[in-house]
């Protein structure tokens, strides 16, 4: 069966390459994008089947067609708190909030039950690729993996792993972290499914031995796995880790082998030039987490640093240390960051004084280049973009059907910038009418064909 979405089409083809077709299409068949563009008739023209075989879907004039977001960097367990201890910083919210969250887990019912509404939220949302964090437990890891595939979301999931520095109830032996990993990988092997992937995670140098980050890194080089951590997030946290390794947080990661192509490590607020170097050299990625470093104390990314210095970045949500499961809200704040990077950079502020480094030539980011982020910087960061994270015709159609007059229709025309930029500033899950992950409806419907 082939589908053709007739109207507004949107994505991007890099950081910089923003494409869109007022009155474009996107032909679908069996779950891959088979042709895109703006001339539909000459498309037509070189296709052999009757055109009478395909099913016609029209966009009407305030919605349009994008690909589905990536949330590179989510707790799926802390949904559980969502909202709760945003005054703390870092260490002491772990210790206070997230670690006795995490260890409810072993609670099967509880783990299915937070697990199915975290997913269903993202997909509300528009989520159509996530790279969860799950918890030490791993019979309710599995049941994370298990629901993300029949709810049809794709999905990356990490059997969280940490042997040291971690209350004596939320903690496990390197045998027992390295045996879980290694079980984790071969039940999700058995699934059979293109959809949920392993990923290999500790959760961060902190809590993990050299030893046991020895052996997560040989085995994801035995399996070719993804990689997932944290990165320089809290000027504490750094602190701790370079005492305890002596050497830079890149450095206590790249000694086990752990930065490589496949991995993505979030926050990365505090990155050293050299470690930043490093990253660019392994080509390990970077997700943005603007929510979380404001909520909890963190600091602001500079991601016009990293993205010039030749690193990948995407966003995440990080629930929740981020307080939504959106990624729409997170490109929001990801240019609110931006912005405040750029008044720090150039203005005097009162009360404040001047800039102490003033950086006149500063760029902020505009909001195309965070839709990017967004969607393909996503895929990217997180090996996956051969997959997802635009239209290019042979991926698979992972997409948001978005509607801007859902709450009120605008007062007058809108051009596709337009669209994009309403969408984007004063939009929320309600304007997503449906969601495609690899041609399945997985929210809403596929309107109605003419």
Not at 221 to 240: G, P
Request: net charge negative; hydrophobic share 35%; charged share 25%.
């Amino acid at each position: 069966m082939r589908t053709v979405y007739r109207g507004t089409i949107l994505h991007t083809k890099s950081f910089d390459e923003f494409e869109s077709f007022e009155q474009g299409f996107v032909a679908v068949q069996d779950g891959k994008i088979i042709g895109v563009g703006n001339d539909y008739e000459n498309w037509l023209s070189t296709q052999s089947d009757d055109p009478k075989s395909l099913t016609e879907v029209r966009l009407s004039e305030f919605q349009f067609l994008c690909p589905g977001f990536c949330d590179g960097h989510i707790h799926a367990p802390q949904y559980a708190q969502i909202g709760l201890g945003m005054s703390v910083p870092l260490l002491d919210w772990l210790n206070t909030y997230t670690f006795p969250t995490e260890a409810k887990y072993v609670d099967q019912e509880f783990a299915l039950r937070i697990y199915r509404s975290v997913v269903e939220a993202t997909l509300r949302c528009g989520t159509t690729l996530a790279s969860y964090f799950a918890t030490n437990d791993l019979p309710s890891t599995l049941i994370l993996a298990q629901e993300a595939l029949r709810q049809g979301q794709r999905a990356l999931i990490g059997k969280v792993c940490s042997n040291c520095n971690s209350p004596d109830y939320y903690v496990e032996t390197t045998e027992e972290a390295v045996k879980g990993t290694e079980t984790f990988v071969e039940e999700l092997q058995k699934l059979k499914s293109s959809l949920v992937l392993p990923t290999i995670t500790p959760r961060f140098a902190l809590s993990c031995s050299k030893k046991l980050l020895r052996k997560l890194g040989d085995i994801a080089k035995k399996y070719d796995l993804h990689i997932q951590s944290h990165i320089s997030e809290n000027l504490q946290e750094i602190q701790v880790v370079n005492d305890i390794f002596k050497t830079s947080y890149a450095g206590a990661y790249d000694e086990a082998g752990l930065l490589t192509k496949k991995t993505v490590m979030a926050h990365g607020v505090h990155l050293e030039d050299e470690e930043i170097a490093l990253l660019k050299e392994r080509g390990t990625s970077i997700i943005h987490c603007p929510a979380s470093n404001t909520n909890l104390n963190s600091g602001l990314c500079d991601v016009q640093r990293l993205i010039k210095a030749g690193v990948t970045v995407g966003l995440g949500t990080d629930v929740s240390g981020g307080n939504s499961v959106s990624i729409l809200h997170a490109l929001a704040r990801a240019l609110d960051v931006s912005k405040h990077i750029d008044v720090f950079n150039r203005q005097d502020i009162r009360g404040t004084g001047p800039a102490k480094s003033p950086k006149e030539n500063y760029q902020q980011l505009t909001y195309k280049q965070a839709f990017y982020l967004a969607t393909l910087g996503g895929a990217k960061a997180l090996s996956l973009d051969h997959v997802t994270g635009n239209f290019a015709v042979g991926k698979e159609f992972d997409a948001l059907l978005v509607d801007v007059s859902v709450l009120e229709k605008p007062h007058r025309s809108l051009t596709v910038d337009e669209l994009l930029e309403k969408f984007i500033y004063t939009g929320d899950d309600r304007n997503i009418k449906s969601v495609f992950v690899a041609g399945r409806i997985v929210k809403g419907s596929k309107c109605q064909p003419e």
